[in-house]
């Protein structure tokens, strides 16, 4: 997918300033499921480039997964590294759930995205999701909102931000993907 959208109307659904003439690439971290947005700005229009997902079964050993996400990584690092210049890679930042096993699997995968970007992109940050949707200046409907219905309001933001049309269900890693992207080319 990709989307030309005027910078302007990005800012000012967003409430807040993007950089131009910047790349930035967000990688929403998970053992089955990365979802990855590249987004460029010009002077005047912000480009979504490429979302993109690696995918890996949950009916294998760790160390296949690991392989298999590796393998997918390093190609698209390649692919992306002769047609970009990476200003910023936003990866997701693990937090502790409730599971230890989980912690310990999303630190490493997103390890293995920071060491085979960290020679593409210029700088890169680990960010927690909730810091990257308060750069971008998301608010739940509710408190209570959580898991599911927290990902499906990501979705919507996401959708009305930028003019598309993401799947609420399918497409809950692409939007996280795109709001840490998003958050890499706030204008601080």
Do not use: W
Not at 16 to 29: L, R
Not at 66 to 75: E, G, T
Not at 145 to 157: C, P
């Amino acid at each position: 997918m990709k989307k030309k959208i005027k910078t302007n109307t990005v800012e000012d659904f967003l409430e807040m300033a993007i950089t131009p003439h910047k790349i930035s690439i967000g990688f929403d971290v998970s053992m089955h499921s990365t979802g990855i947005a590249l987004i460029r700005t010009t002077e005047n229009y912000l480009n979504l480039e490429m979302i993109r997902k690696i995918i890996t079964p949950k009916k294998v050993s760790q160390m296949d997964a690991l392989d298999l996400f590796l393998d997918q990584l390093n190609n698209f690092a390649r692919e992306i590294s002769q047609k970009y210049k990476i200003d910023i890679s936003v990866i997701e930042d693990c937090f502790f759930g409730q599971n230890v096993n989980t912690l310990k699997a999303l630190a490493r995968h997103s390890v293995l995205v920071y060491d085979r970007f960290r020679g593409i992109a210029r700088d890169q940050k680990l960010m927690l999701p909730t810091t990257a949707r308060s750069k971008v200046n998301f608010k739940k409907s509710s408190k209570k909102v959580k898991g599911s219905y927290l990902k499906k309001e990501i979705v919507d933001y996401v959708n009305k931000a930028l003019d598309i049309k993401l799947k609420k269900t399918k497409d809950q890693d692409i939007a996280d993907a795109i709001v840490l992207a998003l958050a890499g080319l706030r204008d601080e």
